[in-house]
Nanobody, 122 residues
Framework: QVQLVESGGGLVQAGGSLRLSCAASGRIFSIRDMGWYRQAPGKQRELVARITNGGSTNYADSEKGRFTISRDNAKNTVSLQMSSLKPEDTAVYFC????????????????WGQGTLVTVSS
């Protein structure tokens, strides 16, 4: 059993900053990509940022320059530093990871966290 647990969401004023963290636990042999997605009310879930186990990053255009994704491979964690937050950033933020649970299983399983709410007030 593998799980991702997010933390760090909350209420922040526009222009403020917030840091989200996500920790993977359980049977973990290796983690490939990790990322953050978000889902605003009435909208589809969308990519915010992803990072490979080698540290290469990919951001949605609207987050470039404002958000920074990072990971600690030794601790199986991924973080999202968000700055210059806007009301339109309000959403539930989900952590995502491709996890291989055993050296005897070659498949990677896509795992999602339960989500953490970020609310940006104007």
């Amino acid at each position: 059993q593998v799980q991702l647990v997010e933390s760090g969401g909350g209420l922040v004023q526009a222009g403020g900053s917030l840091r989200l963290s996500c920790a993977a636990s359980g049977r973990i042999f290796s983690i490939r990509d990790m990322g953050w997605y978000r889902q605003a009310p009435g909208k589809q879930r969308e990519l915010v940022a992803r990072i490979t186990n080698g540290g290469s990053t990919n951001y949605a255009d609207s987050e470039k320059g404002r958000f920074t994704i990072s990971r600690d491979n030794a601790k199986n964690t991924v973080s999202l530093q968000m700055s210059s937050l806007k009301p339109e950033d309000t959403a539930v933020y989900f952590c995502n990871a491709d996890i291989r649970s055993s050296p005897f299983l070659y498949q990677y399983q896509e795992v999602w966290g339960q989500g953490t709410l970020v609310t940006v007030s104007s």
